[in-house]
């Protein structure tokens, strides 16, 4: 008999046909809205395997009703919304999807120090809305980016493919990590230091830490008042690990200049959230890896472990390892 497997969000038919060839497949067909918990809750009780997205939250109270679930299998890098706890307890293996998504979060994470440092989107509505009379010398002046320091919170792969495209525009680059990543400072010229020194040297802090107890508001008042007036902070990790408020009213009080925001403690954020009214916010709506050949990469790797577990094996990225011993 096929093992049941459930897909909480609709995936391309070249990776649902992988699927079906193995097991029994059942699928959450809306593209734009997350399966409600209370369906997950019903659909977890009859399943072998589940495939989730970052939009679940796979609590111990959904897990306790999992009782023939083996493995979950998230389409992502974070697993903040899994309580890894309860699934190793219950001797659920628990896999994500690192890697496959690094150069095309880099790549976005460049693109909105960018937009924020010069503008970009405040200047195309400028365009847009018949503002433009004529030029000006000052008209929607930004900060240089070309030789400037970046200050990046948190060296795994992603903080490190962000210093190799730094390098491409002279900008001194320093880190700040749990350890000290030696090979990766010979590879990208960065600079290990403290968290106060690179929040006092830097034109621009990306924060690119995995979400956990440690780094939860790890960008809070305090850290917001040791960047330079001129600072500019781009989030693309968990958004979480800025205390919201604390962003506000520093971008509203002039202590930095302005923020690119890719992530959001509520996602989707609310169309009355403060800090969607400051001109000096960019806003995006969490596409750091939305590539399509990424994303089809990011959704190909989370079935594959998902059979690689679900036929007795230890797939690649397991995040509880614990769980084989």
């Known amino acids: 008999m096929k093992a049941r497997i459930y897909i909480t969000r609709k995936l391309p038919d ?31 009780q009859h399943v072998d395997g589940l495939f989730s997205m970052l939009t679940e939250t796979i609590d111990e109270k959904l897990l306790q009703k999992a009782k023939k679930l ?32 690094t ?25 847009r809305k018949g503002s433009w009379k004529t030029w000006s010398p000052m008209l929607l002046t930004g900060q240089d980016i070309y030789g400037s320091t970046l200050g990046i ?15 491409g525009f002279n900008m001194k680059v320093l880190y700040y990590s749990r350890s000290r990543k030696e090979h990766a400072e010979k590879e990208t010229g960065a600079i290990y230091t403290d968290l106060e020194s ?19 508001h790890i960008i809070d008042e305090k850290e917001l008042a040791l960047m330079k007036k001129t600072a500019i902070l781009i989030n693309t990790a968990r958004g979480e690990v800025v205390n919201e408020t604390a962003l506000y009213q520093a971008l509203q009080n002039g202590e930095i200049l302005a923020a690119g925001l890719d992530v959001f403690q509520e996602e989707p954020i609310s169309m009355d959230h403060p800090l969607l009214t400051l001109p000096n916010v960019v806003a995006l709506p969490h596409i ?37 011993e």
């Open 14 to 44: 070249e990776v649902v046909r992988g699927l079906q060839e193995q097991f029994h497949v059942t699928m959450w067909e809306k593209v734009d809205i997350p399966v409600p918990y209370e369906i997950l809750e019903k659909e977890i």
């Open 103 to 127: 150069e095309t979060t880099a790549d976005l994470t460049f693109a909105l120090l960018m937009a924020a440092a010069r503008r970009v989107i405040e200047a195309s509505d400028y365009v």
């Open 198 to 216: 690179l929040l006092k040297e830097s034109d621009f802090v990306s924060v690119l830490t995995p979400l956990t107890a440690e780094t939860k």
């Open 288 to 324: 750091g890896s939305a590539s399509v050949k990424t994303r089809l990469a990011m959704a190909h790797l989370a079935a594959q472990q998902l059979i690689d577990g679900l036929h007795g094996k230890r797939p690649e990225n397991t995040v509880n390892p614990i769980v084989f």
């Open 153 to 167: 919170i948190g060296f795994g792969q992603i903080g490190q493919a962000l210093a190799r495209r730094a390098a």
């Open 70 to 101: 083996k493995v979950i299998s998230t389409m992502a890098v974070g697993y903040n919304n899994i309580d890894i706890a309860a699934a190793s307890k219950q001797r659920i293996m628990v896999t994500h999807t690192p890697g496959v998504l």
